[in-house]
T-cell receptor
Framework: QKEVEQNSGPLSVPEGAIASLNCTYS??????FFWYRQYSGKSPELIMS????GDKEDGRFTAQLNKASQYVSLLIRDSQPSDSATYLC?????????????FGTGTKLQVIP | DVKVTQSSRYLVKRTGEKVFLECVQD?????MFWYRQDPGLGLRLIYF???????EKGDIPEGYSVSREKKERFSLILESASTNQTSMYLC???????????FGPGTRLLVL
């Protein structure tokens, strides 16, 4: 089982719709969760972090965390063509005595005008 | 504004060459990381450093080494480049105790 798992997509949604991106993780005691956006040919940039169960909203983005189910998701409301990118889920995990952030392979989102 | 810079955007090297990839950050971050990114495999951690002169192996350190002589600079070294090291290399930094990583623009390395 991968430590951080995402569906690679592509996930295609029409402009104005809600895009739902999902991620599961294996380390039960992980405490910190992140969503990064990566445009084609560019480096990842952080868009959301979440630490507690429940929802966290920031503009059109909502991160949802369920630690019991080891599941974190990102909702993008009113999707725009400019949201087309790969979204990386990242989880802070223990590894060899250190805390390190482990990334999923990413979900490619395509917003169709 | 955090800025992480990498010495080259594109690099072409021959098999067996020694390759140096440089990363510099200007925000006095303690933590620095080197990743490679390949299609279908995502971001994989090669090495990281939580302090000057300190280094720790990540998930795929084989064939690589690193150097951190100054806080702002973290170098990745390919001792003898091989074709399977063709990849996008990304450097990142974060403050002590911080988990948000700030990435450089990446170096696309082609080994022929």
């Amino acid at each position: 089982q991968k430590e951080v798992e995402q569906n690679s997509g592509p996930l295609s949604v029409p402009e104005g719709a809600i895009a739902s991106l999902n991620c599961t993780y294996s380390d039960r005691v992980s405490q910190s969760f992140f969503w990064y956006r990566q445009y084609s040919g560019k480096s990842p940039e952080l868009i959301m972090s979440i630490y507690s169960n429940g929802d966290k909203e920031d503009g059109r983005f909502t991160a949802q965390l369920n630690k019991a189910s080891q599941y974190v998701s990102l909702l993008i409301r009113d999707s725009q063509p400019s949201d087309s990118a790969t979204y990386l889920c990242a989880v802070n995990m223990r590894s060899g005595g250190y805390q390190k952030v482990t990334f999923g392979t990413g979900t490619k989102l395509q917003v169709i005008p | 504004d955090v800025k992480v810079t990498q010495s080259s955007r594109y690099l072409v090297k021959r098999t067996g060459e020694k390759v140096f990839l440089e990363c510099v950050q200007d925000m006095d971050h303690e933590n620095m990381f080197w990743y490679r990114q390949d299609p279908g495999l995502g971001l994989r951690l090669i090495y990281f450093s939580y302090d000057v002169k300190m280094k720790e192996k990540g998930d795929i350190p084989e064939g690589y080494s690193v150097s951190r002589e100054k806080k702002e600079r973290f170098s990745l070294i390919l001792e003898s480049a091989s074709t399977n090291q063709t990849s996008m290399y990304l450097c990142a930094s974060s403050p002590a105790g911080g988990e948000t990583q700030y990435f450089g623009p990446g170096t696309r390395l082609l080994v022929l």
